[in-house]
């Protein structure tokens, strides 16, 4: 099997793995757990009954509950990263003279992205709570057509203010509930949303950042060694130049690790870039991710227009003409992801 075939599967791997964690994150059934089970099952006459409650409990654990797995798992892929940058691309850089500002510049934003990961790791979303849902209930009104007035959780057994969801995962109600983020093992919610902003815009400037220095010193290396400018004779006897796929593979077997980091951040960058886009066009139009999800397979079977609350302004008739019901303007929207409206202070609509 030759470098390029291998390197294929390798990206095709990661992908795979990288689009399977943010699509099932925080849901409870995924193609993982659901496959685990089966096999599960079938080996279970054959598994003593010790071994079975003990990756029953794993198990459960690891998809049921909050754990840091997701955790561990990035701060090692960063390890792996920094680790390779310094030790191959950072001399490199430094011998075809990149200033060492331009080489401190990761670092510095590992050292930014470090405080938002901990602050959405470590700052409570919004948790509904007996003493503070007297106050939460009020931040929102109810749209009544994903939320409506009146409604309990049947967990926690307290009201659901409106745009709150009951996370399965950490077992509470969260305000402003957007979802559950397995790579911080929080919730995202009211309180937390600006962090986990800064947190993927930051992450996204790390591995562009460090992507951009390592092609460049790949890019120096090729012109270093002058095989763009290289020929070899083919079977016919005739010269042939080398050519960009030439150029590829010597890279590939020259620097190995650092090809595969950059094919690593670039579709990293990628990725995440368009996530976090997404997460802006949302804290644009003031939307969650529940609400986004939810309002797209929507049905209106439980509206009630005209059931005079028009009276009510706490509670004014649902707007049927807007799509984004909880939308302010850009700006309003933009401040209320970063300076949250707290509980006990009624927002004006
Ligand atoms: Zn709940
Ligand atoms: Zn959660």
């Known amino acids: 099997m030759d470098f390029l075939t291998l390197f294929a599967i390798y990206v095709v791997v990661v992908v795979t793995c990288i689009v399977l964690v943010c699509k099932y994150s925080g849901q409870q059934q995924t193609p993982f757990s659901i496959l685990l089970n089966s096999v599960g099952k079938v080996i279970a006459p054959i598994t003593p009954k010790w071994l079975q409650n003990l ?52 670092y510095i934003l590992l050292l930014i992205k470090s405080v938002f990961f901990y602050l959405c790791i470590k700052r409570d979303p919004g948790t509904v709570t007996k003493k503070k849902v007297a106050g939460q209930i ?6 009544r057509k994903l939320f409506h007035p009146g409604t309990t959780c049947p967990t926690c057994q307290l009201l659901k203010p409106a745009r709150s969801k009951h996370c399965r995962v950490c077992n509470r109600c969260v305000q402003r509930f957007d979802h559950h983020c397995v790579w911080v093992n929080n919730c995202i919610g009211a309180q937390n949303t600006r962090y986990f902003l800064l947190y993927l815009f930051s992450v996204c400037a790390m591995a562009g950042d460090i992507a951009v220095l390592t092609a460049d010193m790949l890019l120096h290396a090729v012109l270093r060694s002058g095989l763009m400018m290289a020929s070899y004779i083919d079977e016919y006897g005739d010269k042939q130049l080398a050519g960009l796929m030439f150029v590829v593979q010597h890279l590939f077997l020259t620097f190995p690790r650092v090809v595969f980091m950059l094919g690593f951040l670039v579709f990293v960058f990628f990725l995440l870039a368009g996530y976090a886009l997404f997460h802006f066009y949302l804290a644009v139009v003031n939307q969650t991710s529940n609400e986004w999800y939810k309002s797209r397979g929507y049905v209106c079977q439980h509206c009630h227009p005209g059931t005079g609350t028009a009276d009510d302004p706490r509670h004014p008739a649902p707007d049927h003409s807007k799509r984004y019901y909880y939308s302010r303007g850009v700006l309003r929207n933009i401040r209320e992801i970063f300076l949250p409206p707290q509980p006990g202070h009624k927002k004006d609509k």
Do not use: W
């Open 55 to 106: 990756s029953q409990r794993t198990l459960h654990r690891l998809f049921h509950q909050r754990n840091n797995m997701f955790i561990y798992l990035h701060i090692l892929l960063e390890v792996a990263v920094y680790a390779e940058f310094t030790y191959e691309v950072f001399g490199f850089c430094r011998e075809m003279d990149t200033t060492l500002i331009s080489l401190s510049v990761p």
């Open 138 to 143: 009020h931040v929102y009104p109810y749209d």
